[in-house]
């Protein structure tokens, strides 16, 4: 079932469920410390029992936003990154909004669990696979950065399955689960050190109490 099918109501994407829009800084993986604008976009069916935005989940909780809305709020500041995120924001068409950004001379980044078919152009993907529904092989096959949330031991073979589906270059993130932070931040420590791969991200954000 095509984007169409599954929600006529959004005009093929010129219109998005957004939760919300915000201004801060990007707090985890690569980009960690660049100022960006977050666009949230509401759907997701993974439900994480450790998810930070739970009231993401129902699409039908978020208003349906005309995209040039959206854009013209970002043109007439001092944006230079925008980074679309959810929810699951692939369950929705992005060619618009990305077409829209990238002719205002917007960076666009992409936050995504990685189980719908990819659209819209992005300067930066970053795929953080759920094991509950396991990501798109195309999909991983695109990531810039792959970022695995690890809650217990058993994420670590999680991480590696995934980390064997992307393309040379991608950079690989470990991201302790924050309400188990402390059980887990030095076993995810260890693990890098023996597995120099990988890298370290932690969600600065809640660190500094910032959206």
Not at 21 to 45: H, P, V, W
Not at 159 to 178: H, K, M
């Amino acid at each position: 079932m095509d984007f169409e099918e599954r929600f006529p109501e959004l005009h093929g994407g010129r219109l998005l469920p957004v939760k919300e829009c915000f201004y801060t800084i990007q707090g985890e993986g690569r980009n960690t410390g660049m100022a960006a604008y977050f666009i949230r976009l509401g759907g997701c069916d993974l439900h994480c029992k450790w998810c930070d935005a739970k009231d993401t989940w129902k699409a039908d909780s978020s208003e349906a936003v005309p995209v040039e809305e959206i854009v013209s709020q970002i043109d007439t500041s001092v944006v230079r990154n925008v980074v679309i995120t959810g929810g699951e924001p692939l369950r929705y068409p992005l060619g618009h909004l990305c077409g829209l950004l990238k002719g205002s001379g917007i960076g666009t980044f992409l936050e995504t669990s990685g189980t719908e078919p990819l659209s819209g152009h992005f300067d930066w993907i970053c795929v953080s696979p759920k094991k509950q529904r396991p990501p798109r092989k195309d999909l991983l096959s695109k990531a810039s950065e792959l970022k695995v949330v690890i809650a217990d031991e058993s994420d670590f073979a999680w991480a590696e399955a995934n980390r064997d589906c992307v393309r040379p270059g991608t950079l690989l993130y470990l991201q302790p689960e924050w309400s188990v932070l402390r059980q887990m931040a030095a076993t995810v420590i260890d693990y890098i050190k023996s597995h120099p791969e990988w890298r370290l991200s932690l969600q600065t954000h809640k660190y500094l109490n910032i959206p």
